[in-house]
């Protein structure tokens, strides 16, 4: 989270538990989609389907790498890569 808002704001929201609404996390750069909420209260599960759908169909086509970064002292990262044709 630290790399993402910065360090600062990554302790803020730490240390105060404070909740933020989605578009103040869109602003700070935490999520790359906010979406009004619809009546049956699933729209961020929809727009999660909608987005997957795009994706499936060019999985075939490419090699998916999931990476995990760890955090580790000095600020140093590692990356694990799991590949899958």
Excluded: W
């Excluded at 999520?31 to 619809?38: M, P, R, S």
């Excluded at 727009?47 to 499936?56: N, S, T, V």
């Amino acid at each position: 989270m630290s790399r993402i808002v910065g360090p600062s704001k990554a302790k803020e929201l730490i240390f105060t538990g404070r909740v933020m609404d989605g578009e103040e996390a869109h602003d700070i750069g935490a999520v790359n989609q906010v979406v009004d909420q619809n009546d049956a209260g699933d729209a961020a599960y929809a727009a999660a389907l909608k987005l997957a759908e795009q994706i499936i169909p060019n999985v075939s086509h490419l090699t998916l790498c999931v990476c995990v970064f760890l955090s580790l002292s000095l600020s140093l990262s590692v990356c694990v890569c799991v590949c899958v044709n």
